[in-house]
């Protein structure tokens, strides 16, 4: 296994970009060249801000927990621990605004699906086919066409 890059980044130094205007991401995902793909796919400045990565499930709460995104992109397997555990540890927190949680995986058999679902993933998506259709659902998010609070 090759080793990842830096887990954690710090935002946008942008002083234009505020932090009310701009939807926070975290990216959970073991595989760099899928979290490359994904920032690239995600970030906008002054729209999209991925704010943090993490490759194990304690690092992914860490990260969570200091950042408090609006979106988490989540794949189920992880180096340690698994993208299940955060999506139960996630929403057993409380926080001011319910996440959007997006499970993006290779791993897309009908009952991990309905697992996710009952763990509180509210998207669960195909890595292999519908890789694209995170950023449409995080710009659903950011126009409102989603709830933000449970």
């Known amino acids: 296994m090759t080793s990842s890059p830096p887990s954690a980044f710090a935002p946008h130094d942008?002083?234009?970009?505020?932090?009310?205007?701009?939807?926070?991401?975290?990216?959970?995902?073991?595989?760099?060249?899928?979290?490359?793909?994904?920032?690239?796919?995600?970030?906008?400045?002054?729209?999209?801000?991925?704010?943090?990565?993490?490759?194990?499930?304690?690092?992914?709460?860490?990260?969570?927990?200091?950042?408090q995104p609006e979106v988490v992109v989540v794949d189920l397997n992880l180096r340690s621990g698994t993208g299940m555990g955060v999506l139960q540890r996630i929403r057993q927190r409380k926080t001011a605004v319910r996440p959007l949680l997006i499970v993006l995986t290779n791993h897309t058999l009908p009952v991990l699906r309905h697992a996710c679902e009952k763990a509180g993933a509210d998207h669960f998506l195909d890595k292999s086919r519908e890789f694209a259709r995170v950023r449409v659902l995080i710009e659903e998010r950011a126009s409102g066409q989603q709830p933000p609070v449970a």
């Open 14 to 67: 942008d002083p234009k970009v505020t932090a009310s205007a701009t939807l926070r991401v975290l990216l959970v995902e073991d595989l760099p060249r899928v979290q490359l793909m994904l920032r690239e796919l995600i970030e906008e400045p002054g729209r999209f801000e991925v704010v943090g990565v993490a490759d194990t499930e304690e690092q992914a709460l860490s990260l969570f927990d200091a950042r």
